[in-house]
């Protein structure tokens, strides 16, 4: 017995269809069956029922999203519609249905950087694969969360990526401009304080510091792999 995570995207059937593209493995695989889109993983077929399945599906996606949202995507409202059970002959023989949990993502430019091919698979595949095995990577997916929308997230991947040295050090970005995001970043994240951190003479808006940031992320994270 197996199971799949039957997908549901109420915009578009053809976004499933691109996103098909960049996750390929047996960890998360994308594809459609009998018609259906469906995410399918090894993780699936060791649980003892649909019940385990659920948060299993829940969690993949939500790394999906990050990495997606990371490359700059499109908005793909994924939704786990139920779980399906496979026997042994590849016939479906059950589902389990729970109420509709969806995911957006949102990003202001095209996929392509997720097409691009690292160790004979996409680029996304391989980030998902690492982040399994990689308590860094995996972490450093979870520090980005709609990044544009908060300037203390902002200011944690500066931390996270070692600072605006560190990151000049690496090639992950220049150390001035890391500097000046930084510290555009801290002024905003302690407003309200009675004496809050200076800004800078020239401060990044939050769309090019959030931008600086999620490159030098995704340099990072590549480095990883």
């Known amino acids: 017995m197996r199971y799949v995570a039957a997908l549901v995207n109420p915009t578009s059937t053809s976004d499933l269809e691109q996103s098909a593209q960049y996750f390929v ?13 469906v995410l399918e993983s090894l993780k ?67 996929l392509t950087e997720l097409t691009k091919s690292i160790h004979g698979q996409p680029v996304a595949t391989a980030i998902f694969e690492c982040a399994q095995k990689d308590a860094k990577v995996c972490e450093a997916l979870k520090l980005f969360q709609d990044v544009e929308e908060r300037w203390t997230a902002v200011y944690d991947i500066i931390e996270f990526l070692g600072g605006p040295n560190q990151i000049g050090k690496s090639g992950l970005g220049t150390a001035k401009e890391a500097r000046v995001v930084k510290q555009t970043a801290n002024y905003y994240r302690h407003l309200g304080r009675p004496e809050p951190s200076l800004l800078p003479s020239n401060p990044p808006t939050l769309g090019g510091a959030s931008l600086f940031a999620k490159r030098a992320l995704a340099r990072w994270i590549e480095s990883r792999l």
């Open 25 to 37: 493995s047996d960890l998360c695989r994308i594809t459609k069956l009998n018609g259906v889109w």
């Open 44 to 110: 699936f077929n060791a649980c003892p029922g649909p019940a385990e399945v659920f948060p299993l599906a829940d969690e993949m996606l939500s790394v999906v999203r990050r990495i997606m949202s990371l490359y700059s995507g499109l908005t793909f409202p994924f939704t786990v519609s139920y779980i399906q059970a496979i026997d042994e002959n590849g016939h479906p023989c059950g589902t389990s249905i729970r109420s509709i949990m969806t995911l957006k993502i949102q990003s202001p430019t095209a």
